[in-house]
């Protein structure tokens, strides 16, 4: 795999000259060193292809046998990784044939007891990598050859830890190569001294437990000289644990983590009791907290909350656990969720989920379980309130378990304003602000000549429950309405009417039944106009095409819902960006209020489900 290391090199430079003073691994594979020819020609080798030269074909010489390092002498090596004072402390990065060499050399300081005497000597920390390594793999060995290069200088500052081992080192290799020229070993002798100084030098031990560790899991949890721990994730080797084939990039990781909002969960991918590894000592308190209050069906503000941890920690805490593929981001588990099988879900005959669904769940089959979500379905459409509650927090469990093996895919449902009106149609505003349809039969009638207007299918309309959340807050630079410069005096004109004496008592009932009835009808009137300026203001919010779209609509006659549609058009929640648990986290809203005001707006309104990009961009598939 692309992703291994070939091999790590240790070379040291200074005064007394170049050295190689250790590489693991170092021995080759016997069979490979007797079976392989290099540059062997073949009676094909005449043959010259000329669509060849349009692609990269592979280079003729390799250096690369059984994922390991190969036909480079350590004397070459030596010299190739040997740089000066002026290459330090930067990226050093050679391509040779199919090896591509990475690395961060550091420039140590030895203190003697005349300071006017200081000496200086070099260290260098090689990854032998692929040459088809993508940029973020070479990236992340870079980082840790840096990283290994900061251990090994504060090691040498505090107790002289690199001279020593260094000093070990060249002892071996001294008395291997005297004892080789004496007994004539030849080119074996190299394997002999690697064996001796493995058993004598803890950072040779300390390097080939990095190369296993990189090879197995891609997680570095070792300390050097029982003083520093380095801790260091390669995310592309460390996801594949969970689910072979796929590749996840830091970059993906990072577009997750910054996509993070306080609605989402975290679901972990292990016990708990592995996750301290994989954090600094100073984070494990904080990492404590989060795991006492970790549970999926909580948001990550839910979980701060009881963790009693700023929203930040807990950002940064599971952006590590997520790149420390110890956990993933999902949205909290709740039965209106809607899962669907995964398109990459490891369903074939040789998968062995099955047998661990089966030991975890007994009694249930994966296959039955998850044949369910063929088609996208709710955790609700699955249960019953008949249902025993034991089996509905089952159900709960393996949607879980499922989501944990990436067999599952969560769907969202997405809002997009789309407006469609027919040019032939006319709709325009009248003077006093009602709405008029010319030429439709089913279109918006006006009901009088200060009356709000009205559609035969208002009846239908006002039957469903209507919304009851805040409108959109009317501008308030108009000083007073409309219906009070027609009617300034509408409440008081009856009053000032004096009847004569002689029928003030005969017609004093009558009086004040007219009276009531015209305060009534004035009260209305008044009404009717507010709420017709009040959408008339609504509605310019939108551009001519749409507000002509949006006036035929029954929907719009009423002010509260066309208020709520016009406060999250403009918010932006309907370009198709935002799903149904986003708009209702930021605008405080319930899931039926929305799912009426898009049935209410269906005629502009149009929704789709699909995955949320941030979180699905962590289970790319390598091609």
């Not at 460390?238 to 689910?243: E, M, S, T, V």
């Not at 066309?562 to 319930?590: C, D, P, T």
Request: aromatic share 8%; with cysteine; hydrophobic share 40%.
């Amino acid at each position: 795999m692309e992703v291994n290391p070939l091999s790590i090199i240790l070379v040291k430079s200074d005064s007394k000259g170049d050295r190689l003073l250790f590489r693991y691994p170092y021995s080759v594979s016997q069979q490979f060193q007797t079976s392989v020819v290099p540059n062997r020609k073949t009676p094909y080798s005449i043959l010259n292809n000329s669509d060849d030269v349009l692609q990269n074909a592979p280079p003729t010489v390799t250096n690369i046998c059984f994922d390991q390092l190969y036909g480079i002498s350590d004397d070459v090596l030596a010299t190739l990784f040997a740089v000066k004072s002026e290459l330090c402390n930067q990226k050093f990065e050679l391509k040779v044939n199919d090896v591509r060499f990475v690395s961060h050399p550091t420039l140590m300081k030895v203190d003697n007891e005349d300071q006017k005497n200081a000496s200086y000597f070099r260290i260098n920390i090689v990854f032998a990598l692929h040459a088809q390594a993508s940029y973020s793999i070479v990236k992340c060995y870079y980082e840790l050859s840096k990283r290994i290069g900061v251990a090994l200088l504060y090691e040498e500052r505090r107790a002289g830890y690199l001279s020593n081992e260094m000093k070990i080192m060249v002892s071996s290799i001294d008395e291997m190569a005297a004892a080789a020229q004496e007994l004539e070993f030849g080119s074996n002798g190299n394997i002999n001294v690697f064996d001796n100084i493995l058993k004598d030098c803890t950072l040779a031990q300390f390097i080939k437990t990095i190369y296993h560790d990189l090879c197995t899991t891609g997680l570095l949890n070792v300390t050097m000289n029982q003083s520093v721990t380095l801790s260091f994730c390669l995310p592309q080797k460390a996801h594949q644990f969970h689910k072979k084939g796929v590749v996840v990039e830091p970059e993906a990781i990072d577009k997750c983590l910054h996509a993070l909002k306080p609605y989402h969960g975290m679901l972990l991918l292990v016990d708990p009791s592995e996750l301290l590894d994989c954090v600094p000592p100073s984070g494990a308190r904080m990492l404590l907290q989060l795991i006492e209050a970790y549970n999926p069906l909580k948001s990550l503000q839910n979980m701060a909350s009881d963790a009693d941890l700023i929203i930040d920690h807990v950002y940064q805490l599971v952006g590590h656990l997520v790149y420390w593929a110890k956990a993933t981001i999902i949205y909290p588990l709740c039965e209106t969720n809607v899962y669907v099988i995964a398109p990459d879900a490891q369903l074939n005959i040789h998968s062995n989920l099955s047998d661990k669904f089966s030991t975890k769940f007994p009694g249930d089959v994966l296959f039955e379980v998850i044949s369910d979500f063929s088609l996208p379905t709710s955790i609700g459409h699955l249960t019953t309130p008949l249902q025993h509650p034991a089996r509905q927090g089952r159900l709960a469990q393996m949607v879980l378990w499922m989501l944990q093996h990436h067999l599952l895919m969560q769907l969202h449902t997405y809002v997009q304003f789309i407006a469609f009106y027919d040019d032939g149609e006319e709709i325009d505003y009248i003077e006093n602000g009602t709405m008029e349809d010319k030429g439709k039969e089913n279109g918006i009638y006006q009901a009088a000549q200060h009356g709000p207007a009205i559609t035969k299918n208002q009846t239908v309309c006002s039957s469903l429950p209507c919304t009851s959340s805040q409108p959109l807050a009317v501008p308030t630079n108009r000083k007073h309405s409309l219906s009070e410069d027609i009617y300034p005096d509408s409440l008081t004109a009856t009053s000032n009417t004096r009847p004569s004496s002689a029928s003030h008592r005969s017609n004093i009932s009558h009086s004040s039944v007219g009276q009531t009835a015209s305060s009534t009808d004035n009260d209305e009137s008044i009404a009717s106009m507010e709420d017709e300026d009040k959408i008339k203001r609504l509605l310019s919010a939108f551009d001519e095409c749409d507000r002509k779209a949006v006036m035929k609509i029954p929907a719009a006659l009423n002010s509260e819902d066309l208020s709520l549609m016009v406060r999250l058009w403009q918010a932006g929640y309907f370009k198709g960006e935002h799903h149904l648990e986003e708009i209702m986290y930021f605008e405080n809203l319930r899931r039926s209020q929305l799912l009426q005001l898009v049935d209410k707006f269906r005629e502009v309104l149009i929704i789709y489900e699909t995955e949320d990009p941030a979180i699905a961009s962590l289970y790319t598939v390598a091609q």
